[in-house]
């Protein structure tokens, strides 16, 4: 009984030293407690894969312990193997012959399994007893899932244990400098821009006979960017190149050795690399027949998007209210007026990035000019379009680093399809403005589409070269501007007109 409690102290001693460090041994075979013969057997029993009921006399606690633990073998120059050795205990019971343990790959359900039997006669004796098993080791692989199950032969129902274990990766310091595959997935690599190629160097490591490395989009898994290379342990040259359509930063270069299961070494050459992070943001597409804009990232973006206006060079881009949409997935957008200072903004935990994908390409678009109108004292505003489109107008107050102050808008007139000039884009709209409250200082005109669902503003202010006079600054002590308000003009007018204030800016026109 003694000898039964040493080596289960010893089986719990061996997992808390697995946590320490892997320990090497130069064999690994089946032993059991002083006093019981035991015999091993590791071809799988496929009928104590089906259980039989439980004697009554039988406690469910007849397994009492299940230790597995990861052990290093280093007997020929070409490195050394990893092992999983299985220690278990158990209190023995007249219906029960062995033990089987099992091992199963979580990665490729790969399945082995050892069963060790207790002679009759010791059986016999020892009844009630405490047996004490180490099993034989089994085969695994460097950062291995594995599941393990103890269970008894015969196989009795609800009699069982089982335990995750996870082999030891490349990242531990005993693995990383003795195991072949983590030896040979030392990579190095350098980019060649001019050819757009990665150029690997896979290192010659003992007991690896072949070495497949690739490019692939890390994703949810790595997905596919090119086919895989292999490189034999006879060929010359150790140096593959690798060609890639663009750079981006979850590209990235994996090898592994050419054996079952085994661990795979990931770099990502692009990952912090600006030029392919502003590769991310120019997949922006534009459907004319829907008239709709969209993106999708390549890579795994964490952030918004959202579209914004960018009234001038050099100017912020003012976000389009209702626009946000998360970064993560396909983002679209419908009925889009192809403005080309109508932008989209990414904005990431990298930073923020805009692009004004109507500005560099030809599409079809509109315009609006200033000019006296035939109304004596009014100004017109026209809108030119190749298709039909409606718009409105409105007055607004210019501020330097905010959005205008705006007054409620105006609806443009339509003009009849007669007065359309056939050899370029026709004048399809107009609006008649005071030019009263056009031409103060500090105030711009906005002319936009109301019959799509995103659009942006053209924009006109220091309107004195497009039919207002040159504005004097005659006011009067409290009243404001001293001029008469045409008595077509509402209380929005009015109210505008008390608000106004000097600094006549920039003309802007985009």
Known sequence: MLAGQVLAFLCLTWGTLQSLAIPRIEECGLSCSQGFACRSHRNRNIFNSFCQPRPVSMSMSVLETLTPSTAMQCITPNGCSLL?????????????????ACTTSLDTQETQCQSVWVARASHQQQVGQQLQVHFGCFEVSVAQHLYVTLRTIPHFCGVQLDQRHLVEGCGEE????????????????????????????????SGSP??????????????????PALVNASSVSRTVSLPY?????????????????????????????????????????YHPGSQTLSWEPACPVSGQVSLCWCPGPGDSCHKLQHSSQLAHHRVQYQLVDTQPQLCLKFSTSWGSWVRCPFKRRQFPTWKMTIQPSPRQGHLRATFFSSSPANFQVQLCHRRRSQLPACQPALQASPLPPASADLEAAPAIAFLDLPKQEACAPGICIQGWRTDVHFSVPQQFCNLH?????AFRGRRGPKTGLRYSRPPSVGWAW???????????????QP
């Open 84 to 100: 999983l050795r299985v220690c278990a205990s158990i209190t023995l019971h007249e219906r029960l012959r062995g033990l089987e």
């Open 174 to 205: 005993d693995v990383g400098r003795s195991v072949p595959d983590c030896l040979a997935g030392r990579l190095s690599y350098r980019v060649d821009r001019r050819r757009k190629a990665v150029l690997v160097q896979v290192p010659r490591a």
């Open 210 to 227: 072949a070495y497949f490395v690739r490019l692939c989009l890390k994703l949810f898994t790595c997905k596919d960017a090119g086919a």
């Open 245 to 285: 359509s663009q750079e981006l930063p979850c590209l990235c270069l994996e090898g592994w050795p050419a054996t079952p299961d085994a661990v795979r070494t990931q770099i990502c050459p692009f990952e912090n690399d600006t030029r392919a992070l502003e590769m991310l943001w120019n997949t922006v597409h």
């Open 465 to 469: 070269t497009r039919g207002c006079p």
């Open 494 to 508: 009015r109210a505008l007109n008390r608000r106004l204030g000097g600094g006549d800016g920039e003309t802007t």
